[in-house]
């Protein structure tokens, strides 16, 4: 009979290809985790992993293996998160992955109010980028993640929260119009400042200033908002930020910041989690807990009915 061990054992082997690794991740010794996706191989009666001098990697009956492991231990993780927390909204360990251009602009307004309303909650969190965080999620290691939307798979369900609008940050002068509203395909590529690559504002900058040619681009990429916002300050350039971002980030009178012309540059930040999962309960009020930390003025999105698609607002048959 298959263990739950063995496809646990199985399945970080999957994701890591080395059995030191592996062995690591599962807090076993690499005998250990060995011996048990040989037993698995035994019990199937299919070679599961082609071992190599040069290492491991999975047979193509491996591969199928590895993702019927993936939704069965899912599955599991969700049948005991239902039998943990089906009595109380929000209670026990909540496990939240967040993207660094959100996590430090909005957890400190966000979490005074979920521990006033949820005391019982012990908020675990993980501040990455997003492809990061939706493999882990996707895995089970978190639960929810706070992040730009769209996130693509079907696997996943999406609750859309706010829109935050992109400001274009410059140096100050004295002869700059704040109130000029720019067109986004005036922005000179050359000076545009950016986040190194895999952080999804940087692409959502590249997506909304159309113009830019790939030749034309800064190579300048850093990996934090609070790096690029002193670049602009000492005129080397300018960057879009966030308006969730501002209030934080631009502290020094060498920045201006300039909306754009409408519509209005903008990200949907919302929340994502596994559509199996049994706590929607919980992340509609954690989702409640953010919307009320926020400031008045903020763009708040309405609740999606069942099968809504958030960026045109009907239905996929509609």
Same mark, same amino acid.
């Given at each position: 009979m298959i263990t739950l061990r063995q496809l646990r054992?199985?399945? !970080?082997? !999957?994701r890591h290809l080395h059995f030191g690794r592996a062995a690591e991740a599962v807090a076993v010794s690499q005998p250990a985790l060995s011996m048990q996706v040989r037993e698995l191989e035994a019990i199937l009666g %299919? !070679?599961? #992993?082609? $071992? $190599? &001098?040069?290492? %491991?990697r999975l047979t193509a009956e491996?591969?199928?293996i590895a993702r019927r492991a993936?939704?069965?231990?899912?599955?599991? $993780?969700?049948?005991?998160d239902y039998g943990r927390h089906a009595s109380e909204v929000?209670?026990? &360990? +909540?496990? +939240?992955? @967040? %993207? /660094?251009? %959100? !996590?430090?602009?909005?957890?400190?307004? @966000?979490? /005074? &109010? +979920?521990?006033?309303?949820? /005391?019982?909650v012990e908020l675990q969190l993980r501040e990455t980028l997003t492809q990061a965080l939706v493999g882990e999620l996707l895995q089970g290691e978190l639960d929810v993640i706070l992040a730009a939307l769209p996130v693509a798979g079907a696997e996943f369900e999406t609750r859309p929260l706010f829109q935050d609008r992109f400001l274009l940050a410059v140096q100050s002068r004295p002869n700059l119009d704040e109130r000029q509203r #720019?067109? /986004?395909?005036t922005v000179n590529g050359s000076s545009l400042l950016l986040l190194e690559e895999g952080h999804c504002l940087r692409d959502q900058a590249l997506n909304y200033c159309e113009g830019l040619q790939p030749t034309a681009r800064s190579g300048f990429g850093a990996t934090s908002l609070s790096t690029v916002m002193q670049m602009v300050a000492a005129g080397y350039g300018v960057t879009l930020l966030p308006e969730l971002c501002a209030s934080v980030e631009v502290r020094d009178e060498r920045v201006a910041l300039l909306r754009f012309e409408e519509p209005q540059p903008q990200r949907t930040v919302g929340l994502v989690w596994r559509r199996s999962s049994p706590r929607k309960r919980d992340f509609e009020a954690l989702g409640s807990c953010i919307l009320e930390a926020l400031d008045p003025g903020t763009q708040l999105l309405p609740p999606l009915a069942v099968g809504e698609d958030f960026r045109t607002g009907q239905r996929p048959d509609a």
């Open positions: 054992y199985f399945d !970080a082997l !999957a %299919i !070679a599961l #992993v082609e $071992r $190599r &001098t040069s290492g %491991i491996g591969e199928e993936q939704r069965i231990l899912s599955e599991t $993780r969700d049948l005991l929000m209670s026990g &360990t +909540l496990r +939240l992955g @967040i %993207i /660094p251009s %959100i !996590a430090p602009y909005l957890l400190p307004r @966000i979490l /005074p &109010t +979920l521990t006033r309303s949820h /005391p019982h #720019v067109d /986004p395909r």
